[in-house]
C-alpha cells in the first residue's frame, strides 16, 4: 500500500453511549486523488471497531488498470479504493479484493452497529455513475456485500461468503 502524508489523513472517530447501536460517517475531501479515509466505533461499550480505507489515483502500472468499476461507467476512473483495512480491538478482520477492488470515486463511508452486526456503507462516483455499497460483517466475519446503482436503485450486484478462509 502506497504512505501517503499526514495532510491527507481525514480521521472520524466516533464513540457511541452503551446502547445496542450506534452510527458514524466520515468524508473524502473533493479533489482528494490519494489518501486514507477512516472511521471507528465504540461497539460492546469498550471494543473499537475500525475501518481504514486507502485511495489511490488509477494508473496503468495498477493491476487492475482495466475493467469495470462502479462510479465510473465506460469511463476511466481519477480513483479507486486499493485497500480496505477492517479490525476489532486488536484483531484484523481479513477482507477480500473483491470485496472492494471494483469501487471507484470514493465520497463517503458510514459504520453503523446493531447487536452482533456492523454495517460499512461506502458511496461514491457522481450523479449517474454513483454507487453505495454495504460491506456486513457479524461476529468478527464479513458476511456479505452488496452494491447499488446510485440513479437506478433497481440495479444491483450482491455476493454472500460462507465459511470463507481469504
Known amino acids: 500500500m502506497r504512505v501517503v502524508a499526514a495532510t491527507m489523513l481525514l480521521m472520524a472517530l466516533a464513540t457511541a453511549s452503551r446502547a445496542q447501536s450506534s452510527a458514524v460517517h466520515s468524508s473524502r475531501p473533493d479533489g482528494l486523488l490519494a489518501g486514507q479515509v477512516r472511521a471507528s466505533l465504540l461497539v460492546r461499550d469498550t471494543t473499537r471497531f475500525r475501518v481504514l480505507v486507502t485511495v489511490d489515483s488509477l494508473s496503468v502500472q ?92 433497481e440495479i444491483w450486484e450482491q455476493t454472500t461468503y460462507h465459511g470463507v478462509m481469504y
Request: net charge neutral; proline share 3%; hydrophobic share 40%.
Open 62 to 153: 495498477h493491476i487492475l488498470h482495466r475493467g469495470y468499476y462502479w462510479g465510473a461507467y465506460r469511463g476511466t476512473p481519477r480513483t479507486i479504493v486499493v485497500g480496505l483495512q477492517v479490525t476489532i480491538g486488536a484483531s484484523e478482520i481479513q477482507v477480500p479484493l473483491s470485496a472492494y477492488a471494483d469501487l471507484s470515486e470514493l465520497r463517503n463511508l458510514w459504520l453503523s452497529w446493531a447487536g452482533t452486526r456492523v454495517d460499512v456503507k461506502l458511496s461514491g462516483g457522481d450523479a449517474a455513475t454513483g454507487w453505495e455499497a454495504h460491506l456486513v460483517f457479524d461476529r468478527g466475519h464479513l458476511i456479505s456485500r452488496k452494491v447499488n446503482d446510485g440513479e437506478f436503485p
